[in-house]
């Protein structure tokens, strides 16, 4: 990362001398290997040819010498090959008397990597008489090759030399001078120094820069000319928008405030709503306990009228008729213990759901048991209709929250699926649900299903909006679910899904947490 950086900062001219160096050097350097490999291999090639070449000349030529038992003849064809410099010893051997001719001073081996050695028979009618060694060396060759080629390095470099200065007297005179001259100028422009024109004295791309910014010059100095002119009205209209604005927010806040008025009214008309729906369930089950207590109380008074008349008309009584008065009497105690009982069971329940959802104080609670209470105010609607409540609640769910809100929730999905979901259905069922979330502990999901109607995309998408209902002039105000979203994700902190499709049912998914967020400044309460 720190090269193209370097690069970048480097002046201009530099960086054409760099690039100039590495373009013109680093292919030279790489041929340069690259010829220096193929030359030493050319010239070990051309070495073991001619060694051969001149060994086998040598195997013909001192075969009569060597015949005729006289050295002497031989040795002026080993001094002839001797005169090549590549050669460093030729060793022939007479095989008969096992005698040597050699040259007179063997030469030197620089590098032995660079020497070969070939050595052939001396053959007469086909009978070996003698054997010849000749051993050369590519060093004198190779060094002459390497000489050459350091030669050529030294007239590239100078040639890139050259060229450098020539590149660099052009670069100064036909870039850099005027590029100096622009920036000295835009740093002019950038002062707001624009009375001084600039001078362009070329044609070229960078004459063109040069033109490109005297234009913009001149638009600069119209456009400050027409800023200066409205310069005048400005503070004017800065302090005309100031004042509109300031009304626009006044006006805002009035309405801001009128609306969260009516946001409580009106969350507080379906509370009471909500409420009042309760007292009818409860009436109607209070009615029966209370009727067969009526009853019961009658039928006894009857028959303590019966024992009043007949001791008043001084007839002996009979034990069979205090026995039977007795037992009425206890049947009837009985039946009125169970009923009332019954009836002050639904008050206590009736009366913790309603100081929970007036009051909405904070407390620890059971979950299973709110929702069991809220069910019991609100089956009484189930009663007349062919649909009934199914529950699978796992007990033990402790949670610090806000059992009246909880209920309400409780209470506006389930009338929401009776009157929405199974309305017109000749059965269904709504089924609710509660256990401890898997996904995230210290959670609980409550879950509302029923197999109703279900709804589409276009009615789950705006569930939740205020004021919409599919039972607009009905009876539905299209805030019942607005709340539920309402309560469950800021009073509650939780969160709550829909899933449904037409004709599958609707499913009613609520997350919330075992200990609720702190309340604070306009949760709906």
């Not at 805002?252 to 007292?279: P, Y």
């Not at 409860?282 to 019966?306: F, I, K, Q, S």
């Amino acid at each position: 990362m720190n090269g193209p950086s370097t690069l970048r900062t480097t002046p201009l001219r530099w960086a054409v001398v760099l690039v100039l160096a590495i373009g013109l050097l680093l292919p030279g350097a790489a041929l340069m290997f690259y010829n220096l490999q193929v030359t030493r291999e050319t010239v070990m090639e051309d070495l073991r040819i001619d060694l051969r070449r001149a060994t086998q000349s040598l195997a013909l030529s001192l075969v009569e010498p060597i015949w005729q038992v006289s050295p002497e003849l031989g040795q002026p064809m080993i001094d002839a090959q001797a005169e090549d410099e590549r050669v460093v010893s030729i060793v022939v051997t007479e095989t008969a008397n096992n005698t040597q001719i050699s040259l007179p001073n063997e030469r030197a081996n620089p590098d032995p990597a660079l020497a070969l050695s070939h050595e052939m028979p001396i053959l007469r009618e086909g009978r070996e008489i003698g054997r010849v060694k000749v051993t050369m060396s590519g060093s004198p060759q190779l060094q002459r090759a390497y000489r050459d080629m350091w030669l050529d390095g030294l007239r590239l470099l100078a040639m890139a030399g050259m060229s450098g200065l020539l590149i660099l007297w052009l670069l100064r005179r036909r870039v850099l001078s005027p590029m100096e001259s622009l920036a000295k100028a835009a740093a002019e422009l950038g002062a707001g120094q624009l009375g001084k024109p600039l001078q362009v004295n070329s044609d070229d791309e960078i004459g063109r820069v040069g033109q490109a910014m005297e234009g913009m010059r001149q638009a600069l100095l119209e456009a400050f000319d027409r800023l200066r002119g409205h310069a005048a009205t400005l503070e004017e209209q800065v302090a005309q928008r100031t004042a509109e604005l300031t009304t626009s927010n006044r006006e805002l806040s009035t309405t801001l405030g009128q609306l969260r008025t009516a946001q409580r009214e009106l969350v507080e008309s379906e509370k009471l709503a909500s409420l009042g729906r309760l007292v009818a369930g409860v009436a109607h089950e209070l009615n029966t306990p209370l009727g067969n207590a009526m009853t019961v109380v009658t039928a006894l008074e009857d028959r303590w009228t019966e024992l009043d008349e007949a001791m008043r008309s001084g007839q002996p009584l009979r034990r069979s008729q205090l026995e039977g008065l007795v037992t009425d009497t206890k049947r009837g105690q009985d039946i009125l213990h169970r009923n009332v009982q019954k009836a002050a069971e639904l008050v206590r329940d009736f009366k913790q759901v309603a100081v929970d959802q007036t009051s909405d104080a904070r407390r620890v609670f059971d979950l299973d048991k709110v929702v069991e209470d809220v069910l019991v105010m609100v089956e009484p609607r189930f009663k007349a209709t062919p649909y009934n409540i199914h529950t699978e609640l796992q007990r033990g769910l402790r949670m610090d929250s806000y059992p009246g809100s909880l209920g309400q929730v409780l209470t506006n999905l389930v009338i929401n699926s009776l009157v929405h979901g199974l309305h017109e259905r000749p059965s269904g069922t709504v089924f609710i649900d509660c256990h401890a979330s898997e996904r995230q502990p210290g959670w609980v999901e409550l879950c509302v299903r029923d197999d109703g109607c279900g709804m589409d995309e276009t009615v789950r998408r705006r569930i939740f909006d205020p004021f919409f209902t599919t039972k607009l002039g009905r009876g539905g105000s299209g805030l019942g679910m607005h709340i539920v979203h309402s309560i469950v994700t800021q009073l509650l902190g939780g969160q709550i899904e829909v899933h449904s499709e037409p004709d599958q049912g609707a499913l009613m998914l609520l997350r919330l947490p075992c200990v609720a967020p702190e309340r604070s400044e306009g949760v709906v309460e």
